[in-house]
């Protein structure tokens, strides 16, 4: 009685805890609709999804093939100066200004620059800043982390986290906080195992009309 007692206990602790977490999904063109990769020159494409994130529990899963990243998430969440220069395809990034442009709010294109004169090794990727005008922080995708003219989308505006609260939470931001999936095509094996199913529905429904 007493294993079993424990048993389910363990069980509604993991249920209960999964139920909590929500994963926020990704897995279009994220320049579907925009002319973004035929233009020269940096374009930034908002119409972003407006979300609550709860850093402790929740995802962001993002399809791997339709962004062009590996499965693998190689994470990084610092200031700009101590950020690794390769084997990173997600930025947290902690620096909020950018001295250079210091007369407008800090948004994307300046996270972006301040990542690509960092990062030395090309490649497709994302990363979180926390936007002055905004008062909040948002997911970016960018075609290429070390170059500065490269295209960035805005994929998720965090809401919940606005203000000095929010600036506070950016450095809590983990790996465990990203995904890359990968939907993979159907097996033969499974193909054939639907036309089966089908075809036996079919059949059990012909006798049931005759």
Same mark, same amino acid.
């Given at each position: !009685?007493?294993?079993?007692?424990?048993?389910?206990?363990?069980?509604?602790?993991?249920?209960?805890?999964?139920?909590?977490? *929500?994963? +926020?999904? @990704?897995? %279009?063109d994220p320049f579907a609709g925009s002319t973004a990769l035929s233009t020269p020159g940096r374009q930034i494409v908002a119409g972003e999804?407006?979300?609550?994130? $709860?850093?402790?529990?929740?995802? +962001?899963?993002?399809?791997?093939?339709? @962004?062009?990243?590996?499965?693998?998430?190689?994470?990084? $969440?610092?200031?700009?100066?101590?950020?690794? %220069?390769?084997?990173?395809?997600?930025?947290?990034?902690?620096?909020?200004?950018?001295?250079?442009?210091?007369?407008?709010?800090?948004? =994307?294109?300046?996270?972006? *620059?301040?990542?690509?004169?960092?990062?030395?090794?090309?490649?497709?990727?994302?990363?979180?800043?926390?936007?002055?005008?905004?008062?909040?922080?948002?997911?970016?995708?960018?075609?290429?982390?070390?170059?500065? $003219?490269?295209?960035?989308?805005?994929?998720?505006? !965090?809401?919940?986290?606005?203000?000095?609260?929010?600036?506070? =939470?950016?450095?809590?931001?983990?790996?465990?906080?990203f995904e890359f999936t990968t939907v993979p095509e159907p097996s033969a094996a499974l193909l054939m195992t639907m036309a089966c199913a089908? +075809?036996?529905?079919?059949?059990?429904?012909?006798?049931?009309?005759?």
């Open positions: !009685m007493y294993r079993f007692t424990l048993s389910t206990a363990i069980v509604v602790l993991i249920f209960s805890t999964s139920a909590t977490a *929500t994963a +926020f999904r @990704f897995d %279009t999804s407006f979300i609550s994130f $709860n850093i402790a529990t929740d995802i +962001f899963s993002l399809e791997s093939t339709v @962004f062009g990243v590996g499965s693998q998430v190689q994470f990084a $969440n610092n200031v700009v100066g101590s950020l690794p %220069t390769s084997n990173v395809n997600v930025v947290v990034l902690r620096t909020f200004d950018d001295d250079a442009n210091s007369a407008t709010p800090f948004a =994307a294109g300046n996270a972006a *620059t301040l990542i690509a004169n960092q990062i030395t090794t090309s490649g497709p990727g994302f990363f979180i800043y926390f936007n002055q005008g905004l008062d909040l922080p948002r997911l970016v995708f960018s075609t290429d982390l070390s170059d500065s $003219n490269a295209d960035l989308k805005i994929l998720f505006r !965090m809401t919940n986290l606005t203000g000095p609260s929010g600036r506070d =939470a950016i450095p809590t931001f983990t790996a465990s906080n089908f +075809f036996a529905a079919g059949c059990a429904w012909r006798r049931c009309r005759s």
